[in-house]
């Protein structure tokens, strides 16, 4: 167990909709990365806050969004659902935001676009 | 623009063998730091071991140790004496800024 938690485990919806994953770092993390696992694109980065701010950009789509709240918890919302969305969807945390942190990961969310 | 590659989709190893994942990376900078991440059948993702391109020494942890060849970006991952929970998705990845990049994995079974 990393100490990072995902909700929810599943989630099932349709195309056009809009879902929020939550995330919550182990505790004294103050970094949060999502990430994106696909059987197509492999893992791919999205986003990563750090302390409440945006700090690192990857291929993120404009229809997707994230956010990290005071306490430290960070959400990421997807929104006009695509087929292709469906995928895993990693959160992760690590201490600061230098370089070398090791991230932890958490045991995902995985979502089904119908 | 940086890839990660891992020319391996599969492996396999008889138990207490020892087995090399490859991975080679391209990337033009100079610093930057290498992990290896496992991925077991619950799908959560765990750092193996981490590498920091301007240390020459190998990374090494337990029975987990790296090969890092910086002129010939390479960056393979030995396992000494596998077990049978060593079986999963090995992902190689590369950080440097924004740019957080994975391989597409290697599948490694374990033979009993």
């Known amino acids: 167990d990393s100490g990072v938690t995902q909700t929810p485990k599943h989630l099932i919806t349709a195309t056009g909709q809009r879902v929020t994953l939550r995330c919550s770092p182990r505790?004294?993390?103050?970094?949060v990365y999502w990430y994106q696992q696909s059987l197509d694109q492999g893992l791919q980065f999205l986003i990563q806050?750090?302390?409440?701010?945006?700090?690192a950009k990857g291929n993120i789509l404009e229809r997707f969004s994230a956010q990290q709240f005071p306490d430290l918890h960070s959400e990421l919302n997807l929104s006009s659902l695509e087929l292709g969305d469906s995928a895993l969807y990693f959160c992760?945390?690590?201490?600061?935001?230098?370089?070398?942190?090791?991230?932890?990961f958490g045991p995902g969310t995985r979502l089904l676009v119908l | 623009a940086q890839t990660v590659t891992q020319s391996q989709p599969e492996m396999s190893v008889q138990e207490a063998e020892t087995v090399t994942l490859s991975c080679t990376y391209d990337?033009?900078?100079?610093?930057?730091?290498l992990f290896w991440y496992k991925q077991p059948p619950s799908r959560q993702m765990i750092l193996v071991i981490r590498?920091?391109?301007?240390?020459?020494q190998n990374a090494t942890e337990n029975r987990f140790s790296v090969n890092f060849q910086k002129a010939a970006k390479s960056f393979s991952l030995k396992i000494s004496d596998s077990q049978l929970g060593d079986a999963a998705m090995y992902f190689c990845?590369?950080?440097?800024?924004?740019?957080?990049?994975f391989g597409k994995g290697t599948r490694l079974h374990i033979l009993p």
């Open positions: 992760a945390s690590s201490v600061g935001d230098l370089l070398q942190e090791t991230q932890y």
């Open positions: 505790s004294g993390d103050l970094s």
């Open positions: 806050y750090y302390n409440g701010e945006e700090r």
């Open positions: 990337t033009s900078e100079s610093d930057y730091y």
């Open positions: 590498q920091e391109a301007y240390k020459q």
């Open positions: 990845a590369y950080r440097r800024d924004d740019k957080i990049i």
